[in-house]
Nanobody
Framework: QVQLVESGGGLVQPGGSLRLSCAAS????????MGWYRQAPGKQRELVAA???????NYTDSVKGRFTISRDNAKRTVYLQMNSLNSEDTAVYYC?????????????WGRGTQVTVSS
């Protein structure tokens, strides 16, 4: 069984920063892609950023220049450094990973961590 566990969410003032982490555990051979999605109240879940195992990244336009995704392959962990946060970044942030394990390739989700940007 593969699990993704997020941490690092919370309440931050506009203009502030937060760093999210997501650690994968279980019977894993490799993780080709890890990423972060978010879902704000009343909105669809959207991709925020993704990173491949060799470091290629992809960001949604609204976070370019403010957010940075990175990963530590040895620790099976992906990070999201979020700077210059504003109210539109308020959402539940979900970790996502394409994992190749004992049962073959599958996509997994974490349970989510709340990020609230408010003064």
């Amino acid at each position: 069984q593969v699990q993704l566990v997020e941490s690092g969410g919370g309440l931050v003032q506009p203009g502030g920063s937060l760093r999210l982490s997501c650690a994968a555990s279980g019977a894993i051979f490799r993780i080709p892609v890890m990423g972060w999605y978010r879902q704000a109240p009343g909105k669809q879940r959207e991709l925020v950023a993704a990173i491949t195992s060799d470091g290629a990244t992809n960001y949604t336009d609204s976070v370019k220049g403010r957010f940075t995704i990175s990963r530590d392959n040895a620790k099976r962990t992906v990070y999201l450094q979020m700077n210059s946060l504003n109210s539109e970044d308020t959402a539940v942030y979900y970790c996502n990973a394409d994992v190749t394990g004992w049962t073959g390739p599958r996509n997994y989700w974490g349970r989510g961590t709340q990020v609230t940007v408010s003064s």
